[in-house]
């Protein structure tokens, strides 16, 4: 029976804009997404007629609406289409260790990375272009966890240009245990665009060098933080301790500091765990992965 294991990283959104809405409800974006080394990690069992998934986190669907299951199917059903598949079926654990409904992607990566193991282990039959097309077809976020890098994401997320000048950074990251539907932040997000174009104008990004006091700007943040104001006294926390910028990530709940090293990283980590608000919140330190 084959069965191979894989990393699936998580990502931050380093700035994350909302430039319009599309007639198909879809959201136009521009935002620098990186990945982290903070990983879930996926066995795939191959075998069996059905995709399975066992994973023993409450928040993570068993059922067919797992992004990882979907990906499985999509993946055998694209590639073996009117032949008989060599597997039909597979198993995949999921051990989570990202935080769900965080802002920090984990049901999209998972996804992603279930859609890379596959392709590899049938030699790498799609491209890595046309895997991310088919990765556009499970979630906005998932084609940049094949791409795998820093990357300028636009579009509603399809559009990824490499981004190389990012400088080494140690994130503190801060989950406040509560979950943010990433649809319900965009259904409440209000869209003034002649405001939004105005703040996007001034916005200056010269698309190369990553200003933390200037640039780390989340559109959506506002949105969250009226029904989650943890998240500004969790921001406020990490710069009091030494971040040199903070911000949520995404749609949010999780709350980043930039760090220049890990060391400091760990004595802010240390200083927020001995603080009473932070009883409920998980940390994790993890470098960006540049
Ligand atoms: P996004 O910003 O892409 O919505 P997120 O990081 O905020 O991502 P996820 O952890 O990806 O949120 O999970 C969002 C929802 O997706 C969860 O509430 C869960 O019900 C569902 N889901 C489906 N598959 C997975 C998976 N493999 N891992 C985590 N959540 C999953």
Redesign the pocket.
């Known amino acids: 029976m084959d069965m191979f294991c894989v990393k699936a990283p998580?990502k931050i959104n380093l700035f994350l804009r909302i430039t319009g809405k599309r007639p198909d409800g879809y959201h136009d974006l521009y935002s620098l997404m990186c990945p982290l080394a903070l990983y879930?990690v996926l066995t795939l069992t191959l075998g069996g007629k059905e995709v399975g998934?066992v994973?023993d986190?409450p928040?993570?669907?068993e059922d067919a609406?797992?992004?990882?299951?979907?990906s499985a199917r999509l993946f055998l059903e694209t590639m073996f289409a009117g032949n008989t598949p060599p597997v039909s079926g597979l198993t995949i654990h999921?051990e989570?260790n990202?935080?769900?409904?965080?802002?920090?992607?984990?049901?999209?990566?998972?996804?992603a990375a279930v859609l890379t193991a596959l392709n590899d282990h049938f030699g790498q039959p799609l491209s890595t272009p046309a895997l991310m097309a088919l990765a556009a077809r499970i979630?906005?976020?998932v084609p940049f966890f094949i791409f795998g890098a820093p990357a300028l994401v636009t579009g509603i997320g399809d559009r990824l240009d490499p981004f190389p000048h990012l400088t080494p950074w140690t994130a503190l990251l801060v989950y406040p245990n509560e979950?943010?539907?990433?649809?319900w932040v965009y259904k409440n997000l209000n869209l003034r665009l002649t405001k939004d174009e105005k703040k996007l104008s001034k916005f200056n990004f010269d698309g190369r060098i990553l200003n933390v006091d200037e640039h780390l700007v989340n559109d959506l943040e506002s949105v969250t933080e009226r029904a989650f104001p943890v998240i500004k006294r969790i921001k406020r926390l990490l710069l009091a301790h030494g971040a040199a910028g903070a911000m949520m990530s995404?749609?949010?709940s999780?709350v980043f500091g930039l760090f220049a090293n890990s060391e400091r990283a760990i004595s802010a980590r240390t200083a927020l765990c001995n603080n009473q608000q932070s009883k409920n919140w998980t940390l994790y330190v993890a470098d960006l992965l540049i």
Not at 98 to 111: F, H, N, T, W
């Open positions: 998580a879930d998934i994973c986190h928040g993570v669907p609406s797992n992004l990882a299951a979907r999921i989570k990202i935080p769900v409904g965080a802002g920090l992607g984990g049901g999209s990566s998972d996804a979630g906005a976020d979950v943010v539907s990433t649809a995404g749609s949010g999780t």
